[in-house]
């Protein structure tokens, strides 16, 4: 089943993950064959087409401009912004999804990447070294639309020879886009306030503890899924992944380290419920196992190198994005 990767495609390019996926993917596979696409296009984004993934006709032009054979869907709308517009988020999260995979049933795309999210998790999931095969009943409009998309991107391996891959991804921490809307932005936020402020309001209690990751293992996951080989793969679109976790106050502690006079305070808001549904720790057992899924970066490596980039930004003065 699997076939090359030649023309790409990635939705939602300008987000948190699409600005970073797009550099690396040019890398590996050159600038021409890598089309960024978003609502909006955003300044240096190289090759791009405005496409909303809400509207078939818009993905399809594209797809049929550029023979495109590869998506890497990233448009979404994430776990906060979609509580507070559920319907929104219903429809570019599903009916988005739904589209990309009728488009790549209709013209044979070799290959798409679909990320999923911790965020499919619920309350009565196990918290402590989440399995991969458990109870998902997500709370948030975000996590039953991935939910959705895991079963969907399933769905179309078995009954369209579909090559769809996706992981669980944790609450994504990295330097160069702010990630809008999700639940995990603290972990982002508390860097670019510690940097410019050197004090952060944080919107979780400080005994949250969450599975993130840093923005490097996120890209090489991405990638290295996408290039695994197909036969091995006994899941497909839901693959549990770890890196790190901890919680808002240890996240906290290690950024005075590097700067002593940083002070955090906790205001919890509608975020906390949301954080409290979801896992503290993941098994990603087989990922590691199907795909050789290996993270690099752990609490201390990932600090270090957020607030070095940050600190050159700042000097730089390129940190008010
Ligand atoms: N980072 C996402 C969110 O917080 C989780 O996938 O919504």
């Given at each position: 089943?699997?076939?090359e990767?030649k023309?790409?495609?990635?939705?939602?390019?300008?987000?948190?993950?699409?600005?970073?996926?797009?550099?690396?993917l040019r890398?590996?596979?050159?600038?021409?064959?890598?089309?960024?696409t978003?609502?909006?296009?955003?300044?240096?984004?190289g090759l791009?087409?405005s496409v909303?993934?809400?509207k078939?006709?818009?993905?399809?032009?594209?797809?049929?401009?550029h023979?495109?054979?590869?998506i890497?869907?990233?448009?979404?709308?994430?776990?906060?912004?979609?509580?507070e517009?559920?319907?929104?988020?219903?429809?570019?999260?599903i009916?988005?999804?739904?589209n990309?995979?009728?488009?790549?049933?209709?013209?044979k795309?070799n290959?798409?990447?679909i990320?999923?999210?911790?965020?499919?998790?619920?309350?009565?999931t196990?918290?402590?070294?989440t399995?991969?095969?458990?109870?998902l009943?997500?709370?948030?409009m975000?996590?039953?639309?991935?939910?959705?998309?895991?079963l969907l991107?399933?769905?179309?391996?078995?009954?369209?020879?579909?090559d769809?891959r996706?992981?669980?991804?944790?609450?994504?921490?990295?330097?160069k886009t702010?990630?809008?809307?999700?639940?995990t932005?603290?972990?982002?936020?508390?860097?670019?306030?510690?940097?410019k402020?050197?004090?952060?309001?944080?919107?979780?209690?400080?005994?949250?503890?969450?599975?993130m990751?840093?923005?490097p293992?996120?890209?090489?996951?991405?990638?290295?899924?996408?290039e695994a080989?197909?036969?091995q793969?006994k899941h497909h679109?839901?693959?549990n992944l770890s890196?790190?976790?901890f919680?808002a106050?240890?996240?906290?502690?290690?950024?005075?380290?590097?700067?002593?006079?940083?002070?955090c305070?906790?205001?919890?808001?509608?975020?906390?419920?949301?954080?409290d549904?979801w896992p503290?720790?993941i098994?990603?057992?087989?990922?590691?196992k199907?795909?050789?899924?290996?993270?690099?970066?752990?609490?201390?490596?990932?600090?270090?190198?957020?607030?070095?980039?940050?600190?050159?930004?700042?000097?730089?003065?390129?940190?008010?994005?």
């Amino acid at each position: 089943m699997a076939k090359e990767i030649k023309k790409i495609m990635v939705t939602g390019a300008a987000g948190q993950i699409g600005s970073e996926l797009i550099l690396i993917l040019r890398e590996k596979y050159g600038d021409e064959n890598v089309l960024a696409t978003d609502v909006i296009r955003k300044d240096g984004a190289g090759l791009f087409e405005s496409v909303d993934v809400t509207k078939k006709g818009s993905i399809e032009e594209v797809i049929k401009k550029h023979n495109i054979d590869t998506i890497y869907h990233l448009a979404a709308i994430l776990s906060a912004k979609g509580e507070e517009n559920p319907a929104l988020a219903w429809d570019v999260n599903i009916n988005g999804t739904y589209n990309i995979l009728e488009i790549a049933r209709e013209y044979k795309i070799n290959r798409i990447f679909i990320p999923s999210s911790i965020a499919a998790f619920g309350p009565e999931t196990p918290r402590d070294n989440t399995p991969q095969e458990t109870i998902l009943r997500p709370k948030t409009m975000y996590g039953l639309t991935k939910v959705a998309g895991e079963l969907l991107g399933d769905y179309y391996v078995k009954k369209f020879d579909i090559d769809v891959r996706g992981c669980r991804f944790p609450g994504i921490i990295s330097h160069k886009t702010l990630p809008g809307g999700g639940t995990t932005d603290y972990a982002v936020e508390i860097f670019f306030a510690a940097i410019k402020n050197k004090k952060y309001t944080c919107f979780v209690r400080e005994d949250t503890v969450l599975p993130m990751m840093y923005m490097p293992d996120c890209l090489k996951a991405a990638v290295d899924l996408m290039e695994a080989d197909f036969s091995q793969l006994k899941h497909h679109a839901d693959f549990n992944l770890s890196a790190m976790s901890f919680s808002a106050k240890e996240l906290a502690e290690e950024i005075k380290k590097h700067i002593p006079e940083f002070v955090c305070e906790y205001k919890p808001d509608f975020r906390q419920k949301i954080a409290d549904s979801w896992p503290k720790s993941i098994d990603d057992s087989f990922a590691r196992k199907e795909w050789g899924w290996k993270p690099q970066y752990d609490l201390a490596g990932m600090t270090k190198d957020m607030l070095q980039a940050l600190s050159k930004r700042q000097k730089e003065g390129t940190l008010n994005c």
